[in-house]
């Protein structure tokens, strides 16, 4: 599939989320988190990375603070731009987030909470659009792919049923997913 199909699925993803009202939007960001914490591996997970919700994305800061909140390792993905890469830090509340690449937050602390990947026990990432095959559309700088291509932890989306499409374009540097979680299911594609 080429660039221009990922850009126009980008584009009817990014409609369809921003158009959830902001009542339905409270109600399935707690049916997302439900469905999360209900997962098996994540509950059994010590370290988990998630990252900072950004525009209309399902909300993640009220996920971050309750895995703070219950001891869980919370690990926030910073942009490495020079090489498209993520650096993973260990956060201990939400004031340790500042605006970074693109206006996302991020985390602000010191080298001494740098994480290696293989550290941890389950990865949250997001992303525009997906496939009941656990393929995902991402936002197109492939930070996320690099990440997961090397992954040694379970790998899930949080997305809105809105943003589930019969198929999605793929192409050879995309790494399918493990899950999806939305509103109303989990889709499971390990193994």
Do not use: W
């Amino acid at each position: 599939m080429t660039a221009p199909d990922k850009k126009s699925i980008r584009q009817k993803a990014f409609l369809l989320r921003d158009s959830i009202t902001p009542e339905l939007r409270l109600f399935k960001n707690g049916e997302i988190k439900k469905n999360l914490l209900a997962l098996d591996a994540f509950d059994k997970a010590e370290t988990v990375m998630l990252f900072a919700s950004f525009r209309s994305e399902v909300d993640t800061f009220d996920i971050i603070k309750h895995c703070i909140s219950i001891g869980k390792k919370t690990i926030l993905p910073k942009a490495d731009k020079d090489n498209c890469g993520l650096l993973l830090y260990e956060i201990e509340n939400i004031g340790e987030l500042e605006k970074g690449y693109f206006i996302i937050l991020e985390p602000k602390v010191a080298d001494e909470r740098l994480t290696p990947k293989e550290k941890l026990d389950f990865i949250v990432v997001p992303g525009a659009a997906f496939d009941a095959r656990c393929n995902r559309v991402g936002y197109g700088k492939g930070f996320y792919d690099r990440l997961l291509i090397q992954r040694t932890a379970p790998a899930f989306a949080l997305a809105y049923e809105e943003q589930i499409f019969d198929s999605v374009p793929v192409d050879k540097y995309d790494v399918r997913l493990d899950g999806i979680i939305t509103d109303e299911r989990v889709i499971s594609c390990d193994g």
